[in-house]
């Protein structure tokens, strides 16, 4: 079995402040990798995603993720946030032969101006 | 193209009584599966459907929860004699293949008085 660890619950910071939100994950077998944001009241909304080919991988607004094998890790990276960034991430992983995506407990990332 | 359609957006239930939700995959998408999020929690994978069969049901809890997803029509998410425990925000994606990842609707959320 998977799991994931957010290790911040919540990241402050100010407008056009770079921000990193980090993510680990532990499982014996290869996996896919996501960032899901969650803005309030509503549904998850995919921001990016690694399933094989370079490990660094970028959205359209911004945001990029580094996929760290040795490390386990998927954190998620943007250089200048802004207003509009405030949300909740969350991270998840799927196994590559499974059928279901575990994910982290999720960061409230909160853009201050 | 709607996209994931859950509905009703919001619900509330007394204690004892039946809740139905209701979720339609995008169109072209045979695979859908059902997360739960507790307040101030990540989601929680429930279930996973194809088209009249339950593929991996190892997140249900063992009584009053059941889904289907008929040949024809939404996938139904029913919890029968709800407590307020189950008061929740419940998810919905699709999907037709893995490398084209998950499309979540905008979720009921349930309220139990």
């Known amino acids: 079995a998977q799991s994931v660890t957010q290790l911040d619950s919540q990241v402050p910071v100010f407008e056009e402040a770079p921000v990193e939100l980090r993510c680990n994950y532990s499982?014996?077998?290869?996996?896919?990798l996501f960032w899901y944001v969650q803005y309030p009241n509503q549904g998850l909304q995919l921001l990016l995603k690694?399933?094989?080919?370079?490990?660094l991988v970028e959205s359209i607004n911004g945001f990029e993720a580094e996929f760290n094998k040795s490390q386990t890790s998927f954190h998620l990276r943007k250089p200048s946030v802004h207003i509009s960034d405030t949300a909740e991430y969350f991270c998840?992983?799927?196994?590559?032969?499974?059928?279901?995506?575990?994910f982290g407990e999720g960061t409230q990332l909160t853009v201050n101006p | 193209n709607a996209g994931v359609m859950q509905n009703p957006r919001h619900l509330v239930r007394r204690r004892g009584q039946e809740a139905r939700l209701r979720c339609s995959p995008m169109k072209g998408h045979s695979h859908v599966y059902w997360y739960r999020q507790l307040p101030e929690e990540g989601l929680k994978f429930m279930v996973y459907?194809?088209?009249?069969?339950?593929?991996?049901e190892s997140g249900m809890p063992k009584e009053r929860f059941s889904a289907e997803f008929p040949k024809e029509g939404p996938s139904i998410l029913r919890i029968q004699q709800v407590v307020r425990g189950d008061s929740a925000a419940y998810f919905c994606?699709?999907?037709?293949?893995?490398?084209?990842?998950?499309?979540f609707g905008s979720g009921t959320r349930l309220t139990v008085v």
């Open positions: 690694y399933l094989s080919g370079s490990t």
């Open positions: 994606a699709s999907s037709q293949d893995i490398t084209y990842g998950y499309t």
């Open positions: 998840a992983v799927e196994e590559t032969s499974g059928s279901r995506l575990t």
């Open positions: 499982s014996s077998v290869s996996v896919y």
């Open positions: 459907l194809q088209k009249e069969n339950i593929i991996d």
